[in-house]
């Protein structure tokens, strides 16, 4: 079965421009996450989709950060325009839990790490 | 929301010798407590998990025991090898996973 993919793996950029991350989840997973790890904590929620719907997305800056699931498979997150804090590693998830149910594995992906500079 | 306290946030062990990581939560709801690996550069791993209606839980040389009442959980690996070194995290949930700040485990051959 395949996992969780993401791209870029790796990017830098600087300050005030834009990036873009691309998340494809387990197939049939209904349910996708975006997760934020800075350097030394645990992954932070960004964002919750269930198919092509948000179900939370309360800690996303939405000043700055976008997140898309267009057709309930794909993903996009979007940072614009970027802050020096924003260094960190994006992580994209995915499980088959259903709306707002407990107990099913989340699977993450091997991260999208940014820097800006 | 959920806090999820994790300690230590470093732990070096003799190869062969137990580790142990304690997680403390604040939501009575959470339900849902799973443990996760990471190693460097990759995503983090579930290596196993615990739900509210049991009280410990083991996969070979892992262990997880759950005081809902102390809202507490930990993590046990026993016979630890090299290949144990990596960052582990707790989480505990409702519906909303919430992670811990991670233990650096080392294992000294």
């Known amino acids: 079965e395949a996992g969780v993919a993401q791209s870029p793996r790796y990017k830098i950029i600087e300050k005030r421009q834009s990036v873009a991350f691309w998340c494809n989840p387990i197939s049939g997973h209904a349910t996708l996450y975006w997760y934020q790890q800075i350097l030394g904590q645990g992954p932070k929620l960004l964002i919750q989709?269930?198919?092509?719907?948000?179900?939370?997305d309360s800690q996303l800056p939405k000043d700055r950060f976008s997140a898309e699931r267009l057709k309930g498979v794909d993903s996009t997150l979007k940072i614009q325009p970027a802050k020096l804090e924003d260094s960190a590693v994006y992580l994209c998830a995915s499980s088959s839990a259903g709306l707002k149910r407990s107990g099913n594995t989340i699977y993450f992906g091997e991260g999208s790490w940014l820097t800006v500079v | 929301g959920e806090n999820v306290e994790q300690h230590p946030s470093t732990l070096s062990v003799q190869e062969g010798d137990s580790a142990v990581i304690k997680c403390t939560y604040s939501d009575s709801a959470s339900n849902y407590f799973p443990w996760y690996k990471q190693e460097l550069g990759k995503g983090p791993q579930l290596i196993i998990d615990?739900?509210?209606?049991?009280g410990e839980k083991k996969d070979q040389r892992i262990a997880v025991t759950l005081n809902k009442t102390a809202k507490h959980f930990s993590l046990h690996i026993t016979e630890t090898q090299p290949e144990d070194s990596a960052v582990y995290f707790c989480a505990a949930s409702d519906y909303k996973l919430s992670f811990g700040a991670g233990t650096t485990v080392t294992v000294r051959a």
């Open positions: 615990i739900r509210s209606n049991v």
């Open positions: 989709f269930q198919n092509n719907g948000v179900v939370d």
